[in-house]
C-alpha cells in the first residue's frame, strides 16, 4: 500500500468525519441543555434529506432544493420539540427517552409510507475532481464536505459567542431556572436549538447521500450512532470539539477498514471511545457535567 492509497483514505474518513461533525453539534447542543439524548435527530435529517431528493427529481436547483430542506428540518424540530419533548420535559428521565423514541418511529413510518423502503440514489451535486499532490489525490468532494462543516461550526461558534441569542443560548445551557428568573424566554430559546439542530443535521444528510450517491430510511440510526459517538470522544457542549471528535472517528474508521477490513472500522471506533471515556471521562475537550440545582 502506497502513499496514495493511505491519503485517499484520510480524505475518505475526513469526508465522513465532517458529516459526523455536523450532525454531532446538534446533538451536542440539545443534551446540554436538556441532558436528553435526542432520538429523532437521526430520522428527523434522514426525513429532511428525502425531502431535498424529492425537490431535485422534480427539477428544481439543487440550492433550492437543500435550503427548502434545510428549512423543513428546521420546523420538523420545533413541532418535535413542541408536541414530544416539552410536555415531558421535567418529568423522569425515562420519559423524555420514550418520547423521543416514539418521534422517531413516527418520523421513520411516515418516510417509508412516502418515499418507501428500498434505497434510492441521490444525485451528487459535489465536484467530481481531484487534486494531485505527487503521486497521491484528494477528491474536491472531500475537500468541499470539509470546508462546509468548518465553515457552519465557525458560523455557530460565533452566533454563541457575539450574539444575544447566543448569550440567552449559553445561559439556558448552564442553568434553565436561573435562566428563566433572568427573563430569558426558555422555551424560545430551546425551540431555536432543537431548529439549528434541525438545519446542520439535514446539511449533514444531505453531503452523506451526495457522497455515498444514496438515501435510504436507515441513514438516520446510522448517523445517530455516529454522532453520537463524536460527541462522546470530544465532550458534550463543545462546538469544535464536536467537529474534532467527527473527523478523530471518520479517520480512525477509514483506517480501521483500510487495514482491518470493513467489517472491524465500527468495533475500533467502540474501542477508541471506551478508551478516551476511561482516560478522561468527560471526552478530549468536554468539563464534568454537575447536576442543577
Keep these: ?18 458529516i459526523y461533525a455536523l450532525i454531532a453539534v446538534g446533538y451536542s447542543m440539545v443534551y446540554s441543555v436538556l441532558y436528553l439524548i435526542n432520538f429523532a435527530h437521526g430520522d428527523l435529517y434522514m ?13 428544481a436547483p439543487v440550492w433550492a432544493a437543500i435550503a427548502f430542506a434545510c428549512l423543513a428540518g428546521a420546523l420538523l424540530g420545533m413541532v418535535t420539540e413542541r408536541f414530544a419533548y416539552r410536555p415531558v420535559r421535567h418529568a423522569n428521565r425515562i420519559v423524555p427517552m420514550v418520547s423521543a423514541l416514539g418521534a422517531a418511529l413516527v418520523l421513520r413510518s411516515l418516510a417509508q ?27 474536491w468532494d472531500s475537500i468541499v464536505i470539509l470546508v462546509v462543516s468548518v465553515v457552519l461550526v465557525a458560523l455557530m461558534s460565533l452566533m454563541l459567542s457575539r450574539t444575544k441569542v447566543g448569550n440567552a ?9 436561573a435562566a428563566s428568573y433572568m427573563g430569558i424566554d426558555v422555551n424560545r430559546v430551546i425551540v431555536g436549538i432543537y431548529a439549528i439542530a434541525g438545519v446542520l443535521g439535514v446539511v449533514g444528510g444531505v453531503m452523506f447521500s451526495a457522497y455515498y450517491n444514496a438515501t435510504y430510511i436507515g441513514m438516520g440510526l446510522l448517523g445517530t450512532m455516529k454522532a453520537w459517538a463524536a460527541v462522546m470522544i470530544a465532550g458534550v457542549g463543545n462546538i469544535y470539539g464536536a467537529l474534532v471528535g467527527g473527523l478523530i472517528l471518520g479517520v480512525v474508521e477509514a483506517f480501521a477498514g483500510a487495514v482491518l477490513g470493513s467489517g472491524y472500522k465500527n468495533g475500533v471506533a467502540l474501542v477508541l471511545i471506551v478508551l478516551i471515556l476511561v482516560l478522561k471521562p468527560a471526552g478530549l475537550f468536554g468539563t464534568r457535567m454537575t447536576k442543577r440545582a
Design 169 to 177: 443560548t449559553k445561559a439556558v445551557c448552564a442553568d434553565i431556572e
Design 47 to 59: 426525513f429532511g434529506t428525502f425531502i431535498a431528493l424529492t425537490i431535485i427529481e422534480s427539477g
Design 113 to 139: 409510507a412516502l418515499w418507501g423502503a428500498s434505497t434510492k440514489p441521490f444525485p451528487s451535486f459535489l465536484p467530481t475532481g481531484r487534486i494531485t499532490i505527487g503521486s497521491a489525490s484528494i477528491g
Design 1 to 18: 500500500m502506497d502513499t496514495a492509497y493511505w491519503l485517499q483514505q484520510l480524505s475518505n474518513g475526513l469526508a465522513a468525519g465532517s
